[in-house]
């Protein structure tokens, strides 16, 4: 079946640093792409989407960069601070599915302060 | 504003005992969801529920039973539990439009199966 995978399965920067993410999608169907951060001992929040008819969004310190030709994203945090320190998820959504998302398996970022 | 509520936050069972791990969402979601999380996984669905009354399997539903008689709630059964199903456990409900998919998830239920 189609799958959501993840390049690296740990990151570490250094407290100031910028941080990149990736992830692969096999599903060129999938039309809507989620960021999900997840703290220790705590579920999963969203940080940022991003939809199949876009290549890049913006947020608040972070960049979500989309490439539907080799189907990879990727998450960019701008000045990475020790609060950045998380698991994060990529997901992907289809069109005309039921909206539950399919999700990676997750990139540990660790940051040195 | 409660969110998406689950409990247990922890739970120690032995194997064939049967147990329910409550979920309650105050956001007047539709969508309702369940996953597990194992080391190295990632999140793999269980069940989730497009509304009231209706449910469906998603990739790992062995061993598993939900119900969703109101907008609010969700509960998890485990009808015989096997040290497999050894994990954390997150509800998690979103409005389910094609505008967002975002998932509110619980704050998880951790389960171990002896």
């Known amino acids: 079946g189609e799958s959501v995978g993840l390049h690296l399965p740990t990151l570490s920067v250094q407290e100031g640093d910028n941080s990149i993410i990736n992830c692969a999608y096999s599903n060129s169907a999938s039309d809507y792409f989620i960021w999900y951060k997840q703290e220790s001992g705590k579920g999963p929040q969203f940080i940022i989407d991003i939809r199949s008819n876009m290549d890049k969004r913006q947020g608040q310190r972070v960049t979500v960069l989309l490439n539907k030709t080799v189907k990879h994203l990727s998450l960019q945090i701008a000045a990475t601070q020790p609060g950045d320190s998380a698991v994060y998820f990529c997901?992907?959504?289809?069109?005309?599915?039921?909206?539950?998302?399919?999700f990676g398996r997750g990139t540990s970022l660790i940051v040195h302060p | 504003n409660a969110g998406v509520t689950q409990t247990p936050k922890f739970q120690v069972l032995k194997t064939g005992q049967s147990m329910t791990l409550q979920c309650a969402q105050d956001m007047n979601h539709e969508y309702m969801s369940w996953y597990r999380q194992d080391p190295g996984m990632g999140l793999r669905l269980i069940h989730y529920?497009?509304?009231?009354?209706?449910?469906d399997q998603g990739e790992v539903p062995n061993g598993y039973n939900v119900s969703r008689s109101t907008t609010e709630d969700f509960p998890l059964r485990l009808l015989s539990a096997a040290p497999s199903q050894t994990s954390v456990y997150f509800c998690?409900?979103?409005?389910?439009?094609?505008?967002?998919?975002?998932?509110?998830f619980g704050e998880g239920s951790r389960l171990t199966v002896l």
């Open positions: 529920s497009v509304g009231a009354g209706i449910t």
């Open positions: 997901a992907e959504n289809t069109r005309g599915g039921s909206y539950i998302p399919t």
């Open positions: 998690a409900s979103s409005t389910g439009t094609p505008i967002t998919g975002e998932l509110f």
